[in-house]
């Protein structure tokens, strides 16, 4: 490339006095900060703190709280119990119990991906793998379960604690038995690799775990997405990292498969597209033939309002982008910090949308990645003389469900499916999380809406 490439710079919990003190954050505030870093993952970079973050609008800054701890993120007496115990130099075992228990209580994987997601091949669950939806199987590459930065509100989360049993990541005994078991599931069509972030890994060993998928006894497979959020994280990964060549030759060959190549790029905020070298990167990867979507959930402190959406859509598609997903940040980890009621957040998409081009209301939102599915909140509505939430499954378990609309009682403090009544006995099944997933849902005759 003839350009110099910056030599990535990680900074962990052990750096976060220095860090903090950039902003003259007081020993207390470092300590609280310190407290939440022990409980829920923390890690940037230099690029990150050096060209995203305005240290001058701290704690307000919108980067600094997608990355930095936030003393709230705990509840009150988990937050004093762990810093008094850091306070006090308590002994590991005893800072590591205190840890765990709060850990063991913020719903580590929501929306049964390790119960109801994992499939099996010769009567044996397959590592790393989750086929919740009939076209789509989600591939956790062992050496891509980190990823460069942490966000603040991140659901998995529990992939960076080390508590082995939590982690999610393909084994590669399993190669083989993956492989047969897509070659007997020609329904799939497309594969998602997550992760962390697949992109955090080599390029050779990126390659060696896309490649298979591109054997022409796949042929079926005609789609590979990789979810990653290095797009704005480290852009360098596609413009000067040592095999950031060797990865656009890679997406080149995916496309040269006969594949469409999507980049699925987490982009929370706008101010994350602005960079040069963000730039480049996009520039490089549509260069190659890839797609990139971006995706992001609405998240309280950080993008809870309209103009912000605005912005990113907008930007989104000046380089040449797609915008695709506005989520509803998911049940787990701090969830309470983070989470903005449904009908607020139906307010934020629907303003934000109404003021940009049709070329950026491809975008879908907010929606909820559930245990049936990805329920979007299609907006606010009287049914009969009832004020109601108009509901609508995007994709399902149960092909049947989706896109039939359905309704539940108007709640303005409503943050996820559970916390939602429905408005009849009709719309009764699209709620129940806890139903046979495996069954189907009778949509004829007098009984619709029960399951067979």
Not at 60 to 79: H, K, N, S, T
Request: charged fraction near 25%; hydrophobic fraction near 40%.
């Amino acid at each position: 490339m003839g350009e110099s490439s910056p030599r990535f710079q990680a900074f962990l919990p052990r750096h976060l006095g220095g860090l903090l003190e950039r902003c003259g954050a007081d020993e207390e505030t470092q300590l609280l900060t310190r407290a939440v870093a022990a409980v829920l993952p923390f890690k940037t970079n230099q690029y990150i703190v050096d060209e995203l973050i305005d240290w001058s609008n701290i704690p307000d800054d919108p980067i600094f709280r997608l990355v930095f701890p936030q003393p709230d993120m705990l509840a009150p007496i988990e937050l004093k119990t762990i810093a008094e115990l850091i306070r006090s130099q308590a002994d590991q075992a005893t800072l590591t119990a205190a840890v765990r228990k709060i850990q063991a209580g913020m719903n580590a994987h929501p929306a049964g991906q390790t119960d109801l997601n994992v499939p099996e091949w010769d009567g044996k669950p397959l590592s790393g793998v989750q086929h919740k939806y009939r076209e789509t199987l989600l591939y956790f590459p062992r050496q891509g379960q980190t990823c460069h930065a942490y966000c603040t509100y991140c659901f998995r989360w529990a992939q960076f604690v080390g508590i082995p049993d939590l982690k999610i990541a393909a084994e590669e005994a399993d190669a083989g038995r993956l492989h047969a078991y897509l070659r007997s599931h020609t329904e799939i069509s497309d594969i998602l690799m997550t992760g962390g972030d697949p992109l955090i890994m080599s390029t050779e060993n990126l390659s060696r775990a896309i490649e298979p998928f591109l054997h022409p006894d796949l042929a079926h497979i005609s789609t590979i997405r990789i979810g990653t959020k290095a797009l704005t994280y480290w852009p360098y990964r596609f413009v000067t990292d040592r095999d950031a060549d060797d990865l656009m030759r890679l997406f080149e060959r995916v496309k040269a498969a006969g594949k469409h190549l999507a980049l699925m790029a987490h982009v929370t905020h706008p101010r994350e597209l602005e960079t040069a070298a963000v730039h480049r990167a996009v520039q490089r990867v549509r260069a190659t033939g890839a797609v990139i979507r971006t995706q992001a959930p609405l998240v309280r402190t950080i993008n809870d309002h309209a103009s912000v959406w605005r912005d990113l859509w907008t930007r989104t598609v000046a380089l040449d982008a797609v915008p695709y997903y506005m989520f509803v940040e998911r049940d787990t980890g701090p969830r309470h910090y983070f989470e903005v009621p449904l009908v607020r957040g139906w307010e934020i998409y629907r303003e934000a949308v109404s003021t940009v081009t049709g070329l950026a209301r491809t975008v879908r939102g907010p929606s909820m990645s559930t245990s049936l599915g990805k329920v979007v909140v299609d907006g606010v509505t009287t049914v009969g003389d009832q004020p109601a939430l108009a509901l609508r499954y995007l994709q399902a378990r149960d092909p049947e469900m989706v896109g039939r609309p359905f309704f539940a009682s108007y709640d303005d403090h409503a943050a996820w499916v559970t916390d939602l009544r429905p408005l009849t006995k009709t719309d009764l099944p699209f709620f129940d999380q806890s139903a046979d997933v495996t069954a189907p849902l009778s949509l004829s005759g007098p009984s619709f809406g029960h399951r067979r």
